[in-house]
């Protein structure tokens, strides 16, 4: 195997590597959403007076949409970072492999 072909190799390796991360940053998102629902649902029924919770029921409400704002946050910045650069590998893949000249094999017609 050629250096291009084993460039690109790795390539697509890092590409699924920051591929499983961004999943990763997707799914702590969804729990951070969950939190701050959480939160704010309990918190919602303690101020109606629906739900009695106590002062340390008040401050876990309180604590989980705090936390779920800033683990929502941080990994969304992530994310976005996470699929720059999955952009910027794919396109220099992209480019490698075009640099390379692959001919098309089977004259291209599916039969």
Excluded: W
Aim: net charge neutral; proline share 1%; glycine share 12%.
């Amino acid at each position: 195997m050629s250096d291009a072909h084993e460039a690109i190799a790795r390539l697509e390796e890092e590409i699924e590597a920051l591929d499983a991360r961004a999943s990763g940053c997707a799914k702590l998102m969804q729990a951070a959403r969950l939190g701050m629902a959480t939160g704010g649902l309990a918190l919602a029924l303690v101020l109606v007076g629906l739900v009695r919770l106590g002062g340390l029921g008040f401050v876990l409400a309180i604590s989980a949409i705090l936390i779920g704002i800033v683990a929502y946050g941080s990994n969304r910045a992530t994310l976005i970072e996470l699929q720059r650069t999955i952009a910027e590998r794919q396109a220099l893949r992209d480019r490698m492999i075009d640099a390379i000249a692959p001919r098309e094999v089977g004259g291209g017609s599916a039969r």
